[in-house]
């Protein structure tokens, strides 16, 4: 159980497009999920944290209007990285908190994002 | 600021011996504390939680709490070089405050 998946698991885009990261809590419902980020030999960075039906919070320094976060269901939310550029390249990791859980997170596989 | 530190290592530990991973956090509000293992390229794994003072053993694993002291360890008992990995402590606490995540400590079992 607890299973948490991501599409797609990489990706290259052209400096200038969008993309879009779908994450699903597939066997579990998720009151909160959440968006990191992780430069090569880097710890975690959370980028936001998204409640079911409510806007993300950002952490400081990251753009709102750049990624944008969507928590449509208990089991589904989307990171549109917007206008990208070749320093977005990144290795971008959700998880999501289990529903009655003890504040557990499961994360996702992560998605490898390059932009050329 | 709410934080938990790790040391960043490398801890070297031969093949078969006890690997010793400590953490220290300082929200004392803190309820339930975490370790994942990160294997490089890959995303975070859970693999042990504890919310209760003392130790909590599965597998080859040993967690231990101590609330009073603000101390969280995990002990890999015959560790493989499979083990070796980064591993994360996190702390965690109701009422919609984010876990806090320390930045890991990198282990190398050495066959």
């Known amino acids: 159980g607890a299973v948490v998946s991501q599409h797609p698991s990489w990706v290259i885009c052209k400096s200038g497009t969008s993309v879009k990261i779908e994450c699903r809590s597939l066997?579990?419902?998720?009151?909160?999920m959440f968006w990191y980020r992780q430069f090569p030999k880097q710890s975690l960075m959370l980028m936001a944290t998204s409640n079911e039906g409510s806007k993300a919070t950002y952490e400081q320094g990251v753009e709102k209007d750049k990624f944008l976060i969507n928590h449509a269901s208990l089991t589904l939310s989307t990171l549109t990285v917007t206008s990208a550029h070749p320093e977005d390249s990144s290795f971008y990791i959700c998880?999501?908190?289990?529903?009655?859980?003890?504040?557990?997170?499961?994360f996702g596989p992560g998605t490898r994002l390059t932009v050329t | 600021q709410k934080e938990v530190e790790q040391n960043s290592g490398p801890l070297s530990v031969p093949e078969g011996a006890i690997a010793s991973l400590n953490c220290t956090y300082s929200d004392r509000g803190s309820q339930s504390f975490f370790w994942y293992r990160q294997y490089s390229g890959k995303s975070p794994e859970l693999i042990m939680f504890?919310?209760?003072?003392g130790d909590k053993e599965d597998g080859r694993f040993t967690a231990q709490l101590n609330k009073a002291s603000q101390y969280v360890s995990l002990l890999i008992r015959d560790s493989q070089p499979s083990d070796s990995a980064t591993y994360l402590c996190a702390s965690g606490r109701a009422g919609g405050f984010k876990t806090i995540f320390g930045a890991g400590t990198r282990l190398f079992v050495k066959a």
């Open positions: 998880s999501a908190r289990h529903r009655g859980g003890i504040y557990e997170q499961y």
């Open positions: 504890i919310y209760s003072n």
């Open positions: 066997d579990f419902q998720a009151t909160t």
